[in-house]
């Protein structure tokens, strides 16, 4: 699987919280844009899980952390996230 390194730029979360849009790369100007989806036929501990990489990725912006963001290659939907 892909992954795209680099400082979160920008989040945008919906309010009903079923979608995150996360700019991610070394500067704003060089961004992956991906997403996190959590549809409602989501089983309980997958939304919860989604929704700690949502909050992992918040943290990531506000305090200037590195992440390490997994994708498929064919899509932006995150499947990880790690901060360093």
């Keep these: ?3 795209t390194t680099g400082f979160v730029q920008q989040l945008f ?17 060089n961004v ?10 989501d089983p309980v501990h997958t939304g919860a ?3 700690s990489m949502v909050d ?8 200037r952390r590195e992440v390490v963001v997994e994708h ?3 899509d932006g939907r995150i499947l990880s996230v790690q901060m360093r």
């Design 49 to 51: 899980f989604k929704n």
């Design 72 to 74: 498929p290659s064919t």
């Design 13 to 29: 979360i919906d309010s009903g919280a079923v979608e995150a849009c996360v700019f991610v790369g070394p500067t704003p100007a």
């Design 32 to 41: 992956e844009i991906l997403v996190v989806v959590r549809p409602a036929s």
């Design 56 to 63: 992992a990725l918040a943290l990531a912006l506000a305090y």
């Design 1 to 3: 699987m892909p992954v």
